[in-house]
């Protein structure tokens, strides 16, 4: 009996460890290039819708609202869901993890890989005269710190959200 209990206790564990998050993932494990985005020749309009969806997911993330930011990823998703893009498809990586979680602080994490990759896109793409701010907070992920991208220049921590809104400094200002 007591070997039953410890199998079944052990396969509870095992399945519940496998639905609850990606633990292979890192925020560095699909960085893209400057060539990357230069090869996918996108037009003006796309390069800004994927900076404007990414700063809704951003905006959701600031609210804490696991539900808007699967939502904002999900749209953007949408727009580009039949795109032949390879530079897309791998620049979604993390936008589709946002999406398919309803965990904040999972869709935190991949969020910090998505913002990585969307400053090496914002470099490289025309954004319409508007400053583009890179962000820093370094209380992230237990002190490690992280980037993201605004187009505003005051702060609002997307990491932590209502526990530490103003929590970070800018860094660099891409106009």
Same mark, same amino acid.
């Given at each position: 009996?007591?070997?039953?209990?410890?199998?079944?206790?052990?396969?509870?564990?095992?399945?519940?460890?496998?639905?609850?998050?990606?633990?292979?993932?890192?925020?560095?494990?699909?960085?893209?290039?400057?060539?990357?985005?230069?090869?996918?020749?996108?037009?003006?309009?796309?390069?800004?819708?994927?900076?404007?969806?990414?700063?809704?997911?951003?905006?959701?993330?600031?609210?804490?609202?696991?539900?808007?930011?699967? @939502?904002?990823?999900?749209?953007?998703?949408?727009?580009? +869901? +039949?795109?032949?893009?390879?530079?897309?498809?791998?620049?979604?990586?993390?936008?589709?993890?946002?999406?398919?979680?309803?965990?904040?602080?999972?869709?935190?994490?991949?969020?910090?890989?998505?913002?990585?990759?969307?400053?090496?896109?914002?470099?490289?793409?025309?954004?319409?005269?508007?400053?583009?701010?890179?962000?820093?907070?370094?209380?992230?992920?237990?002190?490690?710190?992280?980037?993201?991208?605004?187009? +505003?220049?005051?702060?609002?921590?997307? @990491?932590?959200?209502?526990?530490?809104?103003?929590?970070?400094?800018?860094? +660099?200002?891409?106009?």
């Amino acid at each position: 009996m007591k070997t039953i209990i410890t199998i079944t206790l052990f396969l509870s564990l095992i399945a519940c460890q496998e639905s609850t998050s990606d633990s292979s993932y890192s925020a560095s494990s699909n960085k893209i290039s400057d060539s990357e985005i230069k090869a996918a020749n996108l037009n003006e309009e796309t390069a800004q819708q994927i900076l404007t969806g990414y700063l809704k997911i951003k905006d959701a993330l600031v609210s804490t609202d696991a539900e808007a930011a699967a @939502y904002a990823a999900g749209s953007l998703v949408f727009d580009f +869901e +039949e795109n032949e893009n390879k530079f897309i498809e791998k620049l979604f990586h993390e936008v589709k993890l946002i999406e398919q979680s309803k965990d904040v602080d999972q869709q935190r994490i991949y969020f910090q890989g998505l913002s990585n990759n969307m400053y090496i896109f914002v470099k490289n793409i025309d954004h319409a005269d508007m400053p583009i701010y890179q962000q820093y907070c370094p209380m992230a992920f237990d002190n490690t710190g992280a980037y993201w991208i605004s187009d +505003e220049q005051k702060v609002y921590n997307p @990491y932590f959200g209502d526990k530490m809104l103003r929590c970070g400094k800018v860094t +660099e200002v891409i106009e």
